[in-house]
């Protein structure tokens, strides 16, 4: 019952430290009660079109072919004689969802955010879209229903392709980009003849929004460099230049048109976005019409060498994502979304000074509202001796908004590394209680009184219900600490009794192989290096001589094992043939038809397959192998290449570890040492009650985290959205559904980790090294939580059996 709390009480407090990450980084920077900022002069332009092409590159739209040409004549043309053109940046995560924020609301959205909700709003925010009078979109399902849920009131209006077009399946997604043109072109032909719809076309302050999902898509499915998306490319351009030809057409040719043609992010060599390789955060940004500067050439011999251009002849202004929606309101003259933290390009507008200077203005106060907004907001909630205003609120509005956002972030990270100290000091405390006995508990009157103090301290500041968590989690964690104390200091008067040349070693190598699993989110190479000192290891301690088969076989297994950490991870090629080899399964590279008739019946076969081991015997190797052959099964309908061959070798190299360990406690003469053959998993053998723990038991618990950490960093790790690749999911789903296709991505890192943690170990509690980046943090503080709950997925796994039916007993007369 005790284990069962500790588990449960450990499990709690992992939590909160692993939610207490998104609470101090990752909170929304929305505000609201701001009033809404808008230039007081006529604008340049009544209407705009904004052109998405979701998922191109910069350096894919603006590099020339071989032979001189471009790829997209149009936008080039644009570029050299009536627009400006330039580079933006986007932000991390480079995804659709927080680029299109970026883009038509301003501001950069919190992850947080991002994993509520994909196609609806979970949060209300202002954009472009919602400050103008009209707005009309066509495109993606999964992108322009955030935007018209948004709004207010009914001045939003979309039209979507079914979500089943986007296929990664499909032999060329540009199908989608010339449906959305075919819609804008069918749009404006009947607006001629539908007169109410006419007039509200020719009225002021009017967007439309066409969101181009082909190029993204082939470049998941072909990469960035195929011959499909480069085509589509081509499509695009030439879809652009029909389009603008027809409303020049529909309004007259009348000079009242801004156009804006941008991407939300960019792409990696091998079709995968999300993090910020500049590949993925430089995308192209032309804006030509109304209101805008024409192209302007380098004559000066000065400024061509401090400008970027274009083959020595064209100005490329850079921009960040989030400028690019006040630059749109600027140009219709709407008000700027409210939580817009972009500033105004002005090297894109052409206009008067009065105009610029005026629109710059605008821009200022608006985001100084927010300013004053968060700014209250933080006094009204913090004490005032406490309070520490923001100077230089005029020349750094921005940093004062990211001031204010971050106010609370030290405060709240050193409660949170309290908690957490006190937790490993207690977890430590609790493994070395085995050694010593418990004294007598400290007084409670301390804990209740730093309770009350912290509670009331909260309750005046007025803060939300997880800081009273954050903040109050540390006290019952070192009561916990005060509690044990005692076996510490057993521990002490015990130390002359040890053998302290050991000791020092053991300390020596476990800090070297702590430092190794950190470095190794850095270099995963590292990973490599450890497995290969590892593989010595049966020849150092002594057990080549009495085991060699059984040690050459470990050296084998870690050697092998070795060479996953230096795979790539991404951009692999698909070697199909390799994962056909290893299992009698549907190949993963199909047709969309055979996609259609077979990915139900690889859904039931997959979850059908983690029952299979609960009708084996629970002998500890009939179990095992029942559980590797149900897993790989699974694991390979989601395999491409090389990483089929991942689960034979991690399970060869735990069959082995079983069986040298059993001589290393052998040869240690380690008393009630029971036969492999016959440990039962249903029997609940509680190994503490056979022994005391032992230095090498230190060992055993670092090389069952090393291998775990080969598994999360060898093939998936650390990015599993942001690096995968559509062909894994092939056989189960090869329509774009993010939420699925992560998860499947997910199912298929926890068929990796269940290998090595069916192994039998000591029950040791073993320290965690926690990374200096939030990325790195959240991944330990993830991987904990996860072996906590996966240790009793594998309970169930090797000690439940489900009897179908009983055989009748027979009897004789």
């Known amino acids: 019952m005790r284990t069962i709390t500790f588990f449960l009480v450990g499990l709690a407090v992992h939590v909160v430290f692993f939610i207490s990450i998104f609470d101090i980084y990752f909170t929304s920077p929305l505000v609201h009660g701001m009033t809404p900022q808008m230039v007081p002069l006529p604008p340049p332009a009544s209407r705009l079109v904004l052109v998405v092409a979701d998922g191109l590159r910069a350096d894919s739209l603006y590099t020339l072919n071989p032979n001189g040409s471009s790829r997209a004549p149009y936008l080039r043309s644009v570029m050299e004689e009536r627009g400006t053109w330039g580079v ?23 992850v947080s955010a991002v994993a509520k909700g994909w196609k609806e709003n979970p ?28 709004a207010s009131g009914d001045h939003v209006y979309t039209h979507t392709y079914p ?3 986007e296929d990664f399946a499909s032999t060329d997604a540009s199908r989608l980009d010339s449906w959305v043109f075919a819609q804008v072109k069918l749009f404006f032909q009947s607006a001629k003849s539908n007169s109410s719809l006419k007039a509200s076309l020719n009225e002021g302050q009017n967007v439309f929004f066409l969101h181009l999902l082909g190029i993204d898509t082939n470049g998941h499915a072909h990469r960035p460099m195929s011959q499909e998306y480069l085509d589509n490319i081509a499509l695009v351009d030439s879809g652009v230049a029909e389009l603008v030809s027809v409303v020049e057409e529909f309004f007259g040719y009348d000079g009242r048109t801004a156009y804006v043609f941008t991407s939300d992010h960019g792409m990696t060599n091998w079709g995968s976005h999300g993090a910020g390789h500049p590949s993925e955060t430089l995308t192209p940004l032309v804006v030509w019409g109304a209101g805008v500067h024409h192209a302007q050439r380098v004559t000066d011999p000065q400024s061509k060498q401090k400008a970027k251009r274009l083959n020595e002849r064209l100005f490329l202004c850079f921009a960040l994502q989030a400028d690019i929606a006040p630059l749109m309101a600027s140009l219709i003259g709407v008000p700027i979304p409210v939580n817009s933290v972009g500033v105004l390009p002005l090297l894109y507008l052409n206009n008067s000074d009065q105009f610029k200077a005026e629109s710059i203005y605008t821009n200022a106060i608006q985001i100084l509202e927010q300013f004053k907004v968060k700014m209250t907001q933080k006094k009204e909630t913090t004490l005032s001796f406490f309070f520490t205003p923001f100077q230089s609120v005029i020349s750094h509005a921005l940093e004062g908004l990211v001031y204010y956002h971050t106010y609370d972030r030290f405060f709240l990270g050193c409660s949170v590394v309290l908690g957490f100290v006190g937790w490993t000091s207690y977890v430590i405390l609790l493994i070395l209680k085995t050694h010593a006995g418990l004294r007598r508990p400290p007084s409670h009157t301390l804990c209740v009184c730093v309770t009350v103090v912290i509670t009331v301290f909260l309750f005046i500041q007025s803060s939300p219900v997880t800081y009273y968590i954050y903040c109050l989690l540390p006290v019952p964690v070192w009561y916990s600490v005060l509690k044990e104390s005692g076996t510490l200091t057993d521990l002490v008067h015990s130390a002359p009794s040890l053998p302290l040349c050991k000791c020092f070693g053991y300390f020596v190598l476990v800090t070297f192989g702590i430092e190794l699993l950190v470095v190794s989110f850095f270099h995963r190479a590292m990973l490599t290096v450890g497995l290969a000192v590892v593989s010595v290891w049966p020849i150092l301690s002594g057990l080549y001589g009495k085991a060699k088969f059984r040690s050459v076989s470990w050296l084998l297994g870690c050697l092998c094992l070795a060479a996953f950490p230096l795979m790539p991870v991404v951009g692999r090629e698909p070697n199909i043939h390799l994962v056909c080899v290893l299992g009698p399964f549907f190949p993963p590279k199909m047709t969309h038809t055979i996609f259609a008739n077979f990915s139900l019946v690889t859904l039931l076969s997959s979850g059908s397959s983690m029952l299979v081991p609960l009708f084996s015997s ?6 095992l192998l029942s559980i590797f052959l149900s897993l790989t099964a699974t694991y390979l309908l989601l395999s491409t290449g090389s990483e089929a061959l991942f689960p034979p070798v991690l399970s060869w190299l735990m069959y082995v570890w079983i069986n040298i360990e059993q001589e290393a406690m052998l040869a240690q003469g380690v008393s009630g040492r029971q036969e492999l053959s016959t440990i039962d998993f249903s029997e609940n053998i509680d190994i503490t009650k056979l022994r005391q723990l032992k230095l090498d038991d230190i060992r055993r618990s670092y090389f069952f985290y090393l291998n775990h950490f080969v598994c999360g960093h060898s093939l998936l790790c650390p990015l599993p959205l942001s690096s995968f690749d559509p062909a894994s999911v092939y056989c189960f789903l090869t329509v774009f559904n993010p939420f699925i296709m992560g998860g499947l991505m997910m199912w298929k890192w926890f068929l990796c980790y269940t290998h090595p943690h069916n192994t039998p170990q000591p029950q040791i509690s073993p320290c965690f090294s926690v990374s200096y980046s939030i990325s790195h943090y959240v991944i330990v503080m993830s991987m904990t939580i996860f072996l906590m709950l996966l240790s009793v997925v594998t309970h169930i796994l090797t000690s439940r059996r489900l009897i179908l039916w009983k055989r009748r007993k027979m009897h004789f007369t």
Do not use: Q
């Not at 986007?90 to 883009?103: I, K, Y």
């Open 163 to 165: 979500a089943e077009e």
């Open 618 to 623: 629970t002998r500890l190797f009939h179990r």
């Open 88 to 110: 933006s940046h986007t932000h991390v995560p480079t995804e659709s969802r927080p680029g299109h924020v970026a883009l038509i609301a301003g501001f950069y959205e919190d």
């Open 123 to 150: 949060v209300e925010f202002d954009s472009v879209f919602n400050e103008s009078r009209h707005t009309w979109c066509w495109g993606s399902p999964d992108i322009l229903p955030m935007f018209a849920k948004g």
